[in-house]
Structures are given as C-alpha cells and as structure tokens.
C-alpha cells in the first residue's frame, strides 16, 4: 500500500493498526477470488511503534531466554532453507515434465526466463547461490540458455542437498530437544537472575550494617526515650526455620573437600554453640559418626527474642 500521508491522525485498531482515509480508493484487482474478498484487509494499514517512540523499558532476555530464541531461531533458518531448495525443486521438475512433451525442435529452441520455471525470481536464484556460490551466475544463465542440459543437472543436486539437509535435521532435532529440556523450565523464571542479584546485594554484610546505622541515626535524631532498645527485632513465628537453615548449613559442610577436620568443628561449634546462645536458645548436640563425619541436632523451642 502506497503512503497515505499522517496515520497519526487515523482511527486506531489496537497498537499497531491505523485505519485507512475515506478519501484513500485502493487500486482494482482483477485476480481476487471470493475468499481474497472475505480475508484480506483493505482498512487497516500498519503503524508500527518503533524502540525510539516508546517510553516503555524491555526487560533484559535472562541467559536461558537467548538460548530458547536461539534453537528457534535455528530452527526456523533451517527450515527456510529447505523450503527454498524444495520450491527450486518443484520448479524444475515442472520444467522437466514441461521438456518432455516437447518435440526436438521445440526443446532446441526452448528457454527459461528469469524465474527458471517458479513464481519467484529471488526464491529460485537464492536456492541455486546457495548450492554453488560463486558459480550461480554462471549455473543460472546455464538453465536460461540450455534448459534442457542444465535442468536434469542442476536438479539432481537440489535433490541430493535436500537428503542431505533431512537427514542433519534428525540429528539437529536431538540436539535441540536436549537443550529445551535443559532450559525450558529456567527460561520461565525470567526475573530469576535479577532477583538473585538484588538479593544478594542486600544481604551483604555492609548493607546490613548500613540499615542498623540508619537506624540508629535516626533513633538518636527523636531523643527517644526508647533510645536503649535493640535497633532490629525480628520474630520468628515458625522456629522451625531455624532448624532447616542449620540443616541446609552441615549439609553443605559435609560436602566441602575444601575444609579441613578442624574447620568443620569449628563451624559446628558455630552452629551448635554460638548460634543458639547469640538466640537465647538451647544448644544442639555435637556427634561423629564412624567415617569421621558430623551429623548436626539443632532443635529451637519457643523462645522470646
């Protein structure tokens, strides 16, 4: 569709859609069936809104994203190639059958034009560049001049490509399965990565301390007189918390090659002694078992804080 001037002023169809001036008349075609009349739209015209024109921020693609959009993106690459060595293909074998209802001299003088037989110029030249590079040119003006030597040639290479093609889109597709089975799941949790770096931006020990200190000023800015009570207090309503965190804690420990013997007391002196004194709550039991590992008992009662 030709350029109508300002949509910006046109009636809108969602984001994207503008509608057409009642002074616009579109050009005849002839060649519309009655489904053409039911389907196509003569109304609307596209109004993109480009990244420049909006003020909305696209979230960044997690790194399980990107590899999703990647086997897509193969995916979809490879299937265009194939679909365009297959309509080269059609092309020429209707061009074959074509030959073959010639006589001899009408094959003689027979010859192809631009579009070697297909409906498309660019769709036929790009399925022989593909095949033979830098001799196109010279595979292309072969099948316009002499179709009847070039054409058995020029397509049973097509063919081969096209087995060749099918049989590493077998393979291809394993690969690809293993991977969206690998990030699939992770590809749904798109905010995960920024979480993860939030919360750990928080947790850190200088941001802890920074949120007491503020505190703290502004405690001593009100001259309260409950200027002497602890600057955080937290309830644990659910103690059992405490016990899963010590769990997950020794588990990991007990899986470090890193540490030595007498870095794993120490740290079960921590869990078991420090922690729960620090809690005003009664301390866990220390054990050993045969292999020179620890298991680790913690168990909170309720406890006011």
């Not at 960044?60 to 679909?83: A, W």
């Not at 631009?114 to 560049?129: H, K, W």
């Not at 995960?192 to 770096?197: A, F, T, V």
Request: charged residues 30%; glycine residues 4%.
């Amino acid at each position: 569709m030709q350029y109508l001037g300002n949509y910006g002023s046109c009636s809108q169809y969602g984001t994207s859609y503008r509608s057409v001036p009642r002074s616009y008349i579109p050009p005849t075609c002839s060649g519309r069936t009655q489904l053409c009349k039911e389907v196509l739209n003569d109304h609307c015209v596209l109004f993109p809104t480009f990244t420049d024109e909006s003020s909305s921020v696209a979230a960044k693609k997690s790194v399980f994203e990107e590899h999703m959009y990647k086997i897509e993106d193969e995916r979809f690459e490879l299937d265009i190639v194939m679909e365009v060595n297959l309509s080269a293909i059609r092309a020429l074998e209707s061009v074959q059958l074509h030959m073959n209802s010639l006589t001899s001299e009408q094959l003689n003088n027979f010859q192809l034009d631009d579009q070697l037989g297909g409906q498309s110029t660019f769709t036929q030249r790009q399925a022989v560049q593909r095949i033979y590079g830098e001799r196109a040119n010279e595979i292309i003006d072969g099948l316009k001049r002499n179709p009847r030597v070039a054409v058995p040639i020029v397509l049973k290479r097509l063919k081969s490509k096209d087995e060749e093609w099918r049989e590493s889109k077998k393979n291809f597709e394993r690969f690809w399965k293993e991977q969206s089975e690998k990030y699939y799941l992770k590809s749904l949790d798109y905010m995960g990565i920024n979480c993860k770096n939030s919360d750990g931006r928080i947790i850190r020990n200088r941001h802890l301390l920074n949120e007491i200190e503020n505190i703290k000023e502004e405690r001593d800015q009100q001259l309260s007189p409950n200027n002497n009570q602890p600057h955080l207090i937290f309830c644990y309503e659910d103690l059992s918390i405490l016990d899963d965190a010590a769990s997950l804690i020794i588990f990991l420990v007990k899986r470090q090659m890193t540490f030595t013997k007498e870095d794993k007391q120490n740290i079960k002196k921590i869990i078991h002694q420090f922690l729960p004194d620090f809690l005003f709550a009664p301390r866990g039991e220390l054990s050993d078992d045969e292999e020179g590992t620890f298991i680790c008992y913690i168990k909170f009662t309720d406890c006011n804080f």
